[in-house]
């Protein structure tokens, strides 16, 4: 394909009647800083991020976000593109430009018959389940229901399914795009099978994905829940852990996170999803169940949306966030250590660590047969720093710089394109990993004026 070119940039400053003229033409809403929703519409999951648009432009359509993104062009604009707004880092916001809100786009159809959703770019994880799971069918998505399903998908996509079915992007079977040049695209694999390839976890780099037409499987009640422990036990609750996850079947999907309790206690949690036959879920979870002695046993029977809602609470609307993040290929005894003490001096009871396992289905992919590249078995390992005060701030920043630090050693190669904050260069090529280079020459393709660069941003490669 060769991108269609746009000519030289339009220096036309953004005014009244340019405004007025995109509010006619769309059949969304354009959200300005003089209307009376501008600041709950400005406002996105990560409250750290207190950023002020040119203005807001709610579409509805393909053709809307045609519209703002030759918009945004003409008028010398930076673009972010907001599906769910769950980007911790800020991405989807920003000073002075456009922001692309797609958060109408909520239309989902279902074709239970050949297995196959169709799902509009604004919806949430919670909101496409409960669809699916009116017909016992669902596609692998996160681990907290709140979470858009265009980023996630775009970066990858790891939940608890991961092991059986996959990551979100290995389940997509196609994408409704618009480019940079304005042009609305279908990416699958017999059309336009370089961008679908570079979609399934390059991210946001290649234009506005509008929506996305996902794989579903058969998923009906799981067992799983949570399993939590006082902190004081982490070390051999982390001992047990490593050794119970390396031998679970795919079937079997496992989260440790080091917290607070709604009591305000210092924990540790193993959390898990069965989503095979139930008795061998009931067999397979009893050693967790009874290792040791847990404050909570929260292990059973339950519906799929339930345990896909399990997680929310941990991240209340209003917070302020700072994530940093790594994949640790073992988790050792000196990486125990580092976690515990990490854990202990947290400046805020709201953060947590997180070592969500990684295997199965998602682990067995060629690394080169999608855009995400990290192919093995591993321990995804954010530290999510949350804190409510804005000027509490700098002490919960430097302490997850401090952890991110001390764990570095532990960490392997990698880190997962949806837990990146302010990481530099060197980080956002560690993403994605060998794909990088060839991201890049698609990206030069696409969009060759990095137009949509407020993301986990991939340079265009020079020509030639």
């Not at 953060?351 to 192919?375: K, N």
Request: some cysteine; aromatic content about 8%.
């Amino acid at each position: 394909m060769v991108h269609s070119q746009r000519g030289h940039r339009n220096s036309a400053r953004l005014d009244k009647s340019a405004l007025a003229n995109l509010r006619h033409g769309l059949r969304g809403d354009v959200i300005c800083p003089e209307d009376a929703g501008y600041d709950a519409a400005r406002r996105v999951f990560n409250h750290m991020i207190d950023r002020y648009p040119a203005a807001i432009l709610s579409c509805a359509d393909d053709d809307d976000v045609s519209r703002s993104i030759d918009f945004a062009y003409l008028n010398e604009l930076p673009i972010a593109v907001r599906g769910g707004g769950h980007s911790a880092a800020g991405h989807s916001t920003c000073d002075g430009g456009i922001v692309i809100d797609l958060s109408p786009m909520k239309r989902v159809e279902v074709d239970p018959t050949n297995r196959i959703a169709r799902a509009g770019a604004g919806l949430t994880l919670g909101e496409l389940d409960q669809v699916t799971q009116q017909h016992g069918l669902a596609t692998p998505l996160g681990i907290a229901s709140i979470t858009g399903i265009a980023g996630l998908t775009l970066g990858g996509g790891v939940g608890w399914l991961n092991g059986k079915h996959g990551l979100t992007c290995d389940n997509v079977v196609s994408f409704k795009i618009v480019t940079a040049d304005g042009r609305k695209l279908q990416a699958g694999p017999g059309e336009n099978a370089e961008l679908y390839w570079a979609l399934r976890g390059g991210g946001g780099n290649f234009g506005v994905v509008t929506s996305f037409e996902y794989r579903l499987h058969r998923v009906g009640p799981v067992y799983g829940g949570m399993v939590i422990h006082p902190l004081d036990r982490a070390r051999d609750v982390l001992r047990f852990y490593r050794e119970f996850a390396a031998s679970s079947p795919d079937e079997l999907s496992t989260l440790a996170s080091l917290g607070t309790s709604p009591d305000g206690d210092p924990i540790i949690v193993v959390s898990s999803c069965y989503s095979g036959p139930i008795e061998d879920g009931e067999r397979l979870l009893k050693p967790l169940r009874e290792f040791g002695r847990p404050l909570l046993d929260g292990v059973g029977l339950q519906e799929y949306v339930e345990l896909q809602n399990m997680k929310d609470g941990g991240f209340p609307h209003g917070n302020q966030h700072y994530w940093k993040s790594g994949f640790l290929y073992e988790i050792s005894d000196d990486a125990i250590e580092v976690l515990i003490d990490s854990a202990r001096t947290r400046p805020s009871p709201l953060t947590g660590i997180g070592l969500q396992h990684v295997h199965g289905a998602a682990a067995r992919v060629d690394p080169e047969a999608t855009a995400f590249a990290h192919r093995n078995e591993y321990f995804d390992c954010p530290a999510l720093t949350q804190w409510r005060d804005p000027a509490e701030a700098e002490p919960n920043i430097q302490w997850a710089r401090d952890h991110w630090n001390a764990m570095k050693q532990h960490f392997g190669q990698g880190i997962y394109v949806n837990n990146l904050g302010e990481d530099g260069v060197d980080q956002v090529q560690a993403a994605y990993g060998a794909n990088y280079h060839r991201l890049a020459q698609i990206k030069s393709r696409y969009d060759p004026e990095n137009l949509f660069r407020l993301n986990q941003n991939i340079e265009p490669a020079p020509a030639g």
